[in-house]
Nanobody, 128 residues
Framework: QVQLVESGGGLVQAGGSLRLACAAS????????MGWFRRAPGKEREFVAA????????EYADSAKGRFTISRNNAESTVYLQMNSLKPEDTAVYYC?????????????????????WGQGTQVTVSS
């Protein structure tokens, strides 16, 4: 059974940092794109960042550029999201996602529909 388990969320003051981790089990994702999405209260789920299985050319939402960094450790089947300079508007449940196909070696997809496996989410709350 494939599982994606997020960790690292919590409460932080504006300007602070958090590092989210997503550990995959049940199969290897070393040749699969992985991404982070979030859903804020009362809002639709939105793309945050994604990384191809080679790790090159990560994709970021405009709101994340310059503040967030996505990375992965294929040997440990883990993807990370380093979030710096956090703002109250970053408050959301953050979800990890993995693509079941092996087609995205160089560029990771942005649409949520491209991802087949999802974690349960981890809450990030940024206080002002």
């Amino acid at each position: 059974q494939v599982q994606l388990v997020e960790s690292g969320g919590g409460l932080v003051q504006a300007g602070g940092s958090l590092r989210l981790a997503c550990a995959a089990s049940g199969r290897t994702f070393s040749r699969n794109a992985m991404g982070w999405f979030r859903r804020a209260p009362g809002k639709e789920r939105e793309f945050v960042a994604a990384i191809s299985w080679s790790g090159s050319s990560p994709e970021y939402a405009d709101s994340a550029k310059g503040r967030f960094t996505i990375s992965r450790n294929n040997a440990e089947s883990t993807v990370y999201l380093q979030m710096n300079s956090l703002k109250p508007e970053d408050t959301a449940v953050y979800y990890c996602a993995a693509d079941a196909s092996e087609g995205h070696q160089w560029h990771a997809p942005r649409p949520a529909t491209e991802y087949d496996y999802w974690g349960q989410g981890t809450q990030v709350t940024v206080s002002s």
